[in-house]
């Protein structure tokens, strides 16, 4: 699961105003409630 | 006025698709993402983008091992155990019209076959080169460690054989590959498949084909409801 950049669910993504930077941060991701808990391989190599 | 006629709506929905060739979830992943957007009312109006994920980055460039073999060496897994989870993952493949060959997959490093991959979008066949080298490593059971392998699958596809072989000996597309593992780090993704709906909502693993339409409709929504 992406641990970073990424809210659960349905959650509202936060205003981008306390950006400090020309050019403002990427929203972050909204994810969609998984319906399986299986079905990612992750980085060690490990499937489930 | 029609939103699906005039503004964003009239845009293609884009769908980013980070995945790796030796991903079996990633196969499945890509299969039930397309039974969703054929279902789609709005279908025609989808474009997906592939990015190169790695896996196991570390595993030695150009040479292969049985998957089985390395699955039991690396993780210790018993051999029934791993029979089972194929058994459990080709049946679900089975469904989506995928025919998994687990005892022939190989594990490589799958730099190489990024490589294809990017050739094949600088000639419009990106979505056919996914496609046909998920095929190769999980029913052919094909060694995509091999340039003449990879070279022989773009040919395949109407490519330069000779422009492949070159690609691959130049190490060409090394820029391309790496911004794509950048953005994905950058995106926190940890696994694969991961799909990105408009640079907005994602979808994380070979989920059911229910959760691909309703990222669609619920992207389709937002675009509706946003201004031009």
Redesign the interface.
Known sequence: ??????VEDDQQ?EAEAAAPAAEPA??P????E???E??????????D | MSASVFGRAAEPILIDVWS?VV????Y??NAILKEAIEQHPHGSSVQVRYHSFQ??PGFPVGEAVLADDYLAQ??GMPKAQIEA?HAQLSARGAQSGLDYQFPKSMMINTLDAHRMIHLAKAHDQEPAMVDRLFRAEFTDGLNLADHGVLADLAADLGLDRAEALKALETKAYEQDIRADLSRAR?????????F?FD??????????V??FR??LD?TWQDRAASPA
Do not use: T
């Open positions: 699961m992406p641990s970073s950049n990424v993504v990427p929203a991701l909204i994810m969609l998984p319906l399986d299986s079905g990612v391989c992750a980085v060690d190599g490990w499937c | 790796d991903c079996p979830f990633c499945l992943g896996l196991n690396q993780y989870s950058e995106l926190g993704i940890s696994g694969v498949p991961f990105v640079n907005k909502r994602a979808v994380s693993g070979a989920q059911p229910e959760l309703q990222a619920v």
